[in-house]
């Protein structure tokens, strides 16, 4: 929302001169703020956990994955970062090739990429196409007696190329995936929070009829300050509260944090950054498409609110 916004600094200061502690103690920004967040989110998803850091979240959200469904591998698309975190580096392509290289219980799907990929528009259904790789993936694996925990994903495919997968993807991922027992997780540490202007989340450009088992946020969701959020269905929280090990984060969801969330919460409201993201947004994708016209060397530009990827060639 904007680099020391004096909304946030003031709700910031406010909490600070009043009440910092760990979240042992009760504190009514913590429910406050939870139910404000699952206003923005489908009803299913109604199980909050807080924490510091986009990493945090993704490590939760693979913990949750694997108690509630027993199964321990994941699928994640090549290209893909999840955090800084050993069992992020562990799902994240883009840095396990350069050190110590895939764990057998990571299978590498291709990006849903209509551009460079594998099946790009001239494909009668890349959408099909696309969701058979994850259903191939998860083929194999059944028959080297491996079980499919969660299929990780970012919303949009950011360090892949801002990639905007084609409608309908998810869905029949999502379908292959709970076949086998496994959880569809939606990564929106960067793309959520309205940047992609029409939707609040970007899982949302997927279509109404796609929810997510596991949303994990962060890097917005604080407007820079640590602060981070998992959320899920009432199953996955109870799964994963039966085995007896509470979830504690010393920090996570500490009043000042929640007090920042609200505050952030509040401008997006206030000052319509969706429409915002949408409006300038669609004059970027315009005039990039002008100079796409005029330059053999912009091959695509795609995008979607502030959600934006030009792609060059030789």
Known sequence: VGHCHPDIVKAAHEQNQLLNTNSRYLHDNLVDYAERLSKTLPEKLCMFYFLNSGSEANDLALRLARQYTKHEDVIVLDHAYHGHLTSLIDISPYKFRNLE?????????????????????????????????VKNIIEDAHKRGRKIAAFFVESLPSVGGQIIPPAGYFQKVAEHVHKAGGVFIA????????????????????????????????????NGHPLA????????????AATGVEYFNTFGGNPVSCAIGLA????????????????????????????????PIIGD??????????????
């Open 101 to 133: 290289g895939q764990k057998e219980w990571v299978h590498v799907a291709p990006v849903p990429d209509t551009y460079r990929g594998l099946y790009r528009e001239d494909n009668e259904d890349s959408v099909t196409a696309y969701a058979d790789e």
């Open 301 to 314: 530009v795609r995008g979607c609110g502030l959600f934006i990827g030009v792609d060059l060639i030789k």
């Open 187 to 222: 990564d929106e540490i960067q793309v959520g929070f309205g940047r992609v202007g029409k939707h609040f989340w970007a899982f949302q450009l997927q279509g109404e009829d796609f929810i997510p088992d596991i949303v994990t946020m962060g890097k917005p969701i604080g």
């Open 264 to 295: 952030v919460l509040d401008v997006i409201e206030k000052e319509h950054l969706q429409a915002h993201a949408t409006e300038v947004g669609n004059f970027l994708m315009k005039t990039l498409k002008e100079q796409q016209i005029k330059h």
């Open 229 to 240: 959020c998992v959320a899920t269905t009432k199953e996955i929280a109870e799964a994963f």
